[in-house]
């Protein structure tokens, strides 16, 4: 079965066109309502959502329909995506909803769905969901509809949460640190946690007004977080994405630091502990190679999966690892989260300054990052990396590649782009690389 809704990480789009609609929402919840409605208990939806203005809409249209076939809903407001994931395990409840487009603009929304036991959907399940959205629902007979209500203690129970992510006695007294909450859900949580366990906060990003989410700000433009740490003369800045599962962090300097930077140093403060499982991390394909050569020079593996945090997840889960993540900043946790959390990674990188009692600069640039090029190529039609010319092309960039870099190339799951990526040791030569291969596939689409 082709899908039709679901995409790498739920339902997303622009907001009241395609699929992205309050009827859509509706037929959703309807839909995923039938699909969890099983067993003679009374069952219930835990529904978050991000700071867009769509989110009010979206959020009725989601109730009306779990409602209409008798499962109760329980609303939390604005929270991250991560503490859906939570309070859906916590809360015994049949499934959970997070309303956030994630790092994208305001006008986007989309719907993540996560089963009782606090993960993701699995691609089987999404696409029996989506056979049940376009037949008609199982209505419950009127005295059986569902009820709805909101909660007021979500927000301290997921700030509680993440506290315990890091040891009771690490305090993050006379640390200044500027937290970028990109006018997005974790906007009151995320400052609250970090401040709470002793820190001087600088916050940015955290007045929410339904159309400045991800704008200008958080994870995906950390300008102004790296100008502010710098202007503070701040111990580190941390920036999430809109729904907060994503992390980018800032050293006292003011220089990024990726995923791939996080994920060596929580690995390798793991690995001292002995808390390490799987005997390394999986990443994606993405991941960059001087990342890879870090962890083996260490003892410690690195696994790569295709695109999306789900499929890091799923060989986490398949592989016993309990750290993994993308370049882009999701950081999965299993110790203590199903799913990226941003607010639990930024945590542990503060505890890892508390406790070296070096500066971040330091602490958070294990390796020197292999020089990497990605360029996307549009195309109008047909099957580019089909071409047999193309073929050729790829197949002599990879062995000049051979042992000295990484090629890799994906079609975008989202638009007709395929995107071309190379990594090595020799700048010029990637450069070389990535444009025959472009070229390439110019003259095939």
Known sequence: MTRKFFGTDGIRGRTNDGVMTATTAM????????????????????IGKDTRLSGYMMESALVAGFTSVGVDVIMTGPLPTPAIALLTREMRADLGVMISASHNPYMDNGIKLFGPDGFKLSDEVELEIERLLESEPDLAPAEKIGRARRIEDARGRYIHAVKQSISSETRFDGLKVVVDCAHGASYQVTPSAIWELGADIVTLGVNPNGTNINDGVGSTAIEALQAKVVEE????????????DRLIVVDEKGRKVDGDQIMALIATRMQEKEMLRGGGVVATVMSNLGLERYLNSIDLSLERTKVGDRYVLERMKEGGFNVGGEQSGHMILLDHATTGD????????????????????????????????????????????EN??????????????????????????????????????DPAQVNTVVDRICDAVRAAA
């Open 342 to 385: 941003g607010t639990v990674a930024a945590l542990r990188v503060i505890a890892s300054l508390v406790r070296s009692e070096k500066p971040a600069s330091e602490i958070l640039h294990l390796f020197d990052p292999v020089p990497q090029l990605l360029k996307n190529v549009r195309y109008s039609g047909g099957k580019p990396l």
């Open 233 to 244: 003369g701040a111990d580190v800045g941390i920036a999430l994405d809109g729904d907060a």
């Open 27 to 46: 037929r959703m919840g309807q839909a995923a309502g039938n699909y969890f409605r099983r067993g003679g208990h009374r069952h219930r939806v835990v």
């Open 388 to 425: 047999t010319t193309v073929k050729q092309v790829i197949g002599d960039a990879e062995s000049e590649l051979q042992g000295k870099g990484r090629l890799v190339i994906r079609p975008s799951g989202t638009e007709p782009v395929i995107r071309v990526m190379a990594e090595g040791d």
